[in-house]
Every structure is written in C-alpha cells, then in structure tokens.
C-alpha cells in the first residue's frame, strides 16, 4: 500500500536532547512538508522540501532542522533549542509543487518533553 | 500574508441535522481552497477542494463553494452521522505554492 510512514507514533524527550522523528513516503512524490499541530491552533508549517537536496524554511522553523537526501525521506530533528516542543508533529506529501494539489499526511508523532 | 478563519467548536449536533462549518480566507491572487478531515489520534485526510472561484468540491456527503466574492468556503452537509465526527480544517495554498495555510479547525460532535 501507497502512503506515509511516520515513526514512531509517540515520543519522549528529556530537556535537553536532541530527537529525531522520521516520515518514509512509497508514493514517488516531489515535495515534503513537515507541519506542527497544537490544541486550538490548526497546523503551522516547520519544514518544506520541493526536491531532494533542497529544503526552506516555513513559518516556525527555530528549534528545528531537517534534511533531504533521499526523494522517500523527510527526517524532522527536533533541537534542544526549541523552547516547547511539545506537540502533535504531522509530515506530508505531494505528487509535485503546485497550488492545487492534493496533499497525503502521516499518522503523526506526538512528542512530549518529560 | 495569507490568512484562513474557521468558526469555533466544538460544533454539536444530533444525527441527520444539517451541518455548516463557515470559513473565509485571505490571500492574495487565486489561492486553491481545501477542506481535510482528522480523526481522533490520526493524520488529516483531503475531504475536497475547489481549485477556482465558482468551483463545487464535494464527497461523501459534503460540499464547499469557493465564493471569491466574499472570499468564503463554507463546508456543508445535508444529514450528519455519529461517524462524521472528527476536527475539520479548512486551507488554502496559493497559486504555485503547495504549502499549506490551515485555519485553527472545528471540532464536530454527532450524537445518537
């Protein structure tokens, strides 16, 4: 079956470390995203890649880095320089970087800093 | 910059009562406009879209009009069910773009 795997479901952080949540996508599309869910605040934009080797920043990108090596692979390190990382962290994917198209989400990765 | 506004939840409702969820946007230019579904505990799911001002984007049961004249696109269904309820997100991208501008999402909670 076609989708996104992120991996893994939860995750715990110590303050202070780094941790790095991984999205795996089998559907051969062009551009990931990687997109941050809080309670009553809708989903804001980390990380975008448009092509493998490529990636920009989107609107939260502080605390985070990602890299892009492979076109199937989007990893999302989560640093010890952001302040609250606490939250549901979704990746996505699109069959190419245009307007109208239709983006598919993983399961998601809740992390907690404990 | 781009901007999506969603009505507040939780939006609750009896099985088969008529469901509108209103959104409007701001954005510059064309933006193509989205309605995506999550599920308790899972990733979001496209319900539809409309790519153009005038266009219908519906499935299973739901409809949205992309209004540009009131910069609207409101999400609606004739006869809701328990298994409807989830948070829907309304969102926009703009022309050439692919990311993803979401409102803050609405709860909907069906009843028996």
């Known amino acids: 079956d076609g989708g996104i795997t992120q991996s893994p479901k939860y995750l715990f952080r110590k303050e202070g470390q780094n941790v790095t949540l991984s999205c795996e996508q089998n559907?051969?599309?062009?551009?990931m995203y990687w997109y941050r869910q809080d309670p009553g605040q809708g989903l804001r934009l980390i990380y975008y890649?448009?092509?493998?080797?490529?990636?920009q920043k989107g609107d939260i990108a502080e605390g985070y880095s990602v890299s892009r090596e492979k076109k199937e692979s989007f990893p999302l390190t989560v640093t010890s320089a952001q302040k609250n990382p606490t939250a549901f962290y979704l990746c996505?994917?699109?069959?190419?970087?245009?307007?109208?198209?239709?983006?598919?989400f993983g399961q998601g990765t809740r992390l907690t800093v404990v | 910059g781009n901007s999506v506004t969603q009505m507040e939840g939780p939006v609750t409702l009896s099985e088969e009562a008529f469901l509108t969820i209103n959104c409007t946007y701001t954005?510059?230019?064309?933006?193509?406009l989205f309605w995506y579904v999550q599920y308790p505990g899972e990733g979001l799911q496209l319900l539809l879209k409309?790519?153009?001002?005038?266009d219908k984007g519906s499935n299973k049961g739901f409809e949205a009009t992309y209004r540009k004249e009131t910069t609207s696109f409101h999400l609606e269904k004739g006869s809701v069910q328990v298994s409807d309820s989830a948070v829907y997100f309304c969102?926009?991208?703009?022309?050439?773009?692919?990311?993803?501008?979401f409102g803050k999402g609405t709860m909907l909670l069906v009843s028996p």
């Open positions: 996505a994917s699109s069959m190419k970087w245009s307007g109208n198209t239709e983006a598919f």
């Open positions: 559907l051969n599309h062009d551009a």
């Open positions: 890649s448009q092509i493998v080797n490529d990636f």
């Open positions: 954005a510059t230019g064309y933006p193509s």
């Open positions: 409309a790519t153009k001002a005038d």
């Open positions: 969102a926009l991208s703009s022309a050439g773009y692919s990311t993803l501008t």
